[in-house]
T-cell receptor
Framework: DGGITQSPKYLFRKEGQNVTLSCEQN?????MYWYRQDPGQGLRLIYY???????QKGDIAEGYSVSREKKESFPLTVTSAQKNPTAFYLC??????????????FGEGSWLTVV | KNQVEQSPQSLIILEGKNCTLQ??????????LRWYKQDTGRGPVSLTI?????NTKSNGRYTATLDADTKQSSLHITASQLSDSASYIC????????????FGGGTRLMVKP
């Protein structure tokens, strides 16, 4: 089945640790995104990539890093510099960028908790 | 500042009843307005996408309307089912924000038997 796969579903991070969330899509989409969702708030854009080997910061990129070495993969690393990382993280993709009006497909999300 | 405000924050209705969720946005022009359904702990799923020139878009029992004059969109759910219990998110793509999406905080709908 085509879609977006995020892993792990649940992740616990110790203070000072870096963790990486995986996102893989087999939809042949050029654009991929990472969003953060906090309770009662709208999704906020962390990073996005419109093409392989290129990515741009979103509204809340501080403390996060990404790579886009392959079209189907867009991993997100939550670094120790992110002071409040506990949240629900959503990866998404679309055929092309935001301004195209194309449907944006989301993965099932990853819960990150700091312990 | 681009803002997307949704109301009510939460809503409880009985199975079989209709309901309407509201979305107000502060800035135009925009290129498109989307409605998503998000089950708890899952990723959002697209319901409708409307351009600024469209007034209405349907997807089964879901009908979205758009009034560009009042900067309002509504999502009407007909003959609600228990599976409609979810959060509904309004998303606007504003031209002046580099065409990036701005998300509303969502309306949490609970359908009771």
């Amino acid at each position: 089945d085509g879609g977006i796969t995020q892993s792990p579903k649940y992740l616990f991070r110790k203070e000072g640790q870096n963790v990486t969330l995986s996102c893989e899509q087999n939809l042949n989409h050029d654009a991929m995104y990472w969003y953060r969702q906090d309770p009662g708030q709208g999704l906020r854009l962390i990073y996005y990539s419109q093409i392989v080997n290129d990515f741009q910061k979103g509204d809340i990129a501080e403390g996060y890093s990404v790579s886009r070495e392959k079209k189907e993969s867009f991993p997100l690393t939550v670094t120790s510099a992110q002071k409040n990382p506990t949240a629900f993280y959503l990866c998404a993709s679309s055929i092309s960028g935001h301004n195209s009006g194309n449907t944006i497909y989301f993965g099932e999300g990853s819960w990150l908790t700091v312990v | 500042k681009n803002q997307v405000e949704q109301s009510p924050q939460s809503l409880i209705i009985l199975e079989g009843k209709n309901c309407t969720l509201q979305c107000n946005y502060t800035v135009s022009p925009f290129s498109n307005l989307r409605w998503y359904k998000q089950d708890t702990g899952r990723g959002p799923v697209s319901l409708t996408i409307m351009t600024f020139s469209e007034n209405t878009k349907s997807n089964g029992r879901y009908t979205a309307t758009l009034d560009a004059d009042t900067k309002q969109s509504s999502l009407h759910i007909t003959a609600s089912q228990l599976s409609d219990s979810a959060s509904y998110i309004c998303v606007v793509t504003f031209y002046n924000a580099g065409n990036m999406l701005t998300f509303g905080g969502g309306t949490r709908l609970m359908v009771k038997p």
